[in-house]
């Protein structure tokens, strides 16, 4: 095996770390550091590398080159432990034999499209339908299952990569050669920031997210996990989760996390949709500058989630569709609210809704969202 490559980030004292336990006290101080090594081939023999982000007080994310896809993130719990919070595989085969996109960037739009169809500038377009009667998350092929290009970027506080690749004129149905880019940061302040932008030839639908799956306990369910949203409304879906149109208040309804609530308390009463919350809830913020979205405290371990971002809409998708099939990292078995996704992006079958926010890109335009997840302890 080749040795990996440690890229020091103006560093006097580099700890170069070959993997993470989850048991591992977090350490401090020390400089970030960017580590790349290889994480397996596809079949074709590309060699998909895992970059391994290491900041000043020990924290650890490890995205990989094959749809830029957060594999693992170490944080501290109340006890100075540090502990993986995110749901994934041990190796690149796990994921290439089909997962409900742990961790994956997300692209070329996020979320349903109504019967896999939009008119564009008079022009209708038809995609994949990969979910039902819906095209779902870019399609067959999104961004989640392609090779991004990787480049190590200094950051002053923190370890930062930035994952950059150019999707085709035409790619899964969609016009415009695509230019994108999504840069993880973490930051010695232990937050992840994950930057996007995206430029196009051709006017096109753009809609970037990551798909975590996030359990803060690193193990057990996520019932027990309290939610906050800044969110007063949320788009209500027909049965096949393609929004009505309408913007529904959530006040006085078991939508409602406007206060911090257990995310097991009202499951059982969501009649439209009995396995769970997969909702996107209108934010607060209306979008455009960095907000406030979401908190999760996990009272057990003590661990603290914030969600800040530029988007207006946020997924939240109570893990619902687990089974208990997937063996992921260290023998794990996932089960249904095993893990929850807090999805930042715009509203889902935004290009059949002139209603909601846009998702159009247009020559000559810079897509460029932010979301920021900052990790605490709750005592
Ligand atoms: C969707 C879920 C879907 C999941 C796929 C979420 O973004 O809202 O309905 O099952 O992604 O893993």
Redesign the pocket.
Known sequence: MKHPLVILLGATLCLALTGASPARAARSPMKATVQKTPFGKLPDGTVIELYTLTNAKGLVAKVMTYGAILTELDVPDRQHQLGDVVLGFDNLDQYLAGD??FGATIGRVA?RIARGKFTLDGQSYTLATNNGPNA??GGLKGFDKVVWQAEPVEVPHGAAVRFSYTSPDGEEGYPGTLHATVTYTLTDRNELRLEYTATTDKPTPVNLTN?SYWNLAGEGDILGSILTLNADRYTPVDDT?IPTGELAPVKGTIMDFTKPMAIGSRLGQLTNNPQGY?HNYVLNSGGGKLAFAARVYEPNSGRVMEVYTTEPGL?F?SGN?LDGTLKGKRGMVYRQHDAL?L?ADHFPDAVNHPEFPSTILRPGQTYHELTLYRFKVQK
Do not use: G, T
């Open positions: 409900p996109y979320n779902l998350h798909h989760l997969d997924q998708y569709f996704c999805e």
